[in-house]
């Protein structure tokens, strides 16, 4: 699918500002950087496998992001500085789209907002070993293409998928961002 396919069915489905779940006060904010780029015409998400050195989510497939402090601002704010800090990525507010639905963590009581970008190419990363172990690019319609339900963590949330490219299988909050980006791309009303 071309870029501009893509973006008019983003730009369609999302909003610009983020949408907090009810019991959000009760929850500790935070915020992601859905990057979207192309590689050889094929478009791809960027993700990151976090490192077994973190308090929580240790290991885990997660896009980059992380937890809002009084700094950010906004939570647009800490999308782009958490990705600055994992990834070595600068965006700036005018590449960022728009934003999913925010989703709720399993086990750490986070809710998360997901911010959007979709770039011809992706700039040169740099990861920060103490926060990301490894960096997984996937193509974005083959892993769409692979959702499942998640019947380990069914129980625990109706809203539970997986979604697998080769050995890497993706959950939990990630999952729930990537099943929004299904929804909008593979299923359009």
Known sequence: MRKEQILSFLRAALVERPYLPADAELAIPSAVLVIIHYHKNTPYVFLTKRSSKLKSHT????FPGGRYVESDGT???TALRETAEEIGILFNIDQIIGCLSAVR???SNHFIVPFVTVQDMLPQYRISAS???AVIDVP???TLQSIQVDTEHYHVTKNAFIFTYKNNVIWGATARVLKQLNDILLRPS
């Open 105 to 107: 963590t399993m086990t």
């Open 59 to 62: 290991g885990e497939i997660s």
């Open 75 to 77: 939570l647009l704010g």
């Open 131 to 133: 926060e990301v172990e």
């Open 140 to 142: 974005l319609f083959e």
